[in-house]
């Protein structure tokens, strides 16, 4: 089985990582039909936020809140 992994990140906020990760998800999802697993470790859960409203096919949903499991 072969697995792709695309991580994006960037110390800087408001650069658009949740928006390229949503996509990305999205696209790999709906018209390459991938099995698609999207993990979210930003503490707003932007990304898995704009995809569950989508209603994207093929495409699992994970949130990593890393503040909340580190302060608990």
Do not use: E
Request: overall charge positive; proline content about 1%.
């Amino acid at each position: 089985m072969n697995t792709l992994k695309i991580l994006v990140t960037s110390q800087k906020g408001g650069v658009g990582k949740s928006t390229i990760a949503a996509n990305i998800a999205a696209y790999f999802a709906t018209l390459l039909r991938k099995q698609v697993t999207l993990i979210d470790f930003d503490h707003q859960g932007t990304s898995s936020t704009w995809v569950r409203r989508a209603h994207v096919p093929n495409l699992q949903i994970k949130i990593c809140d890393v503040l909340s499991v580190r302060d608990a």
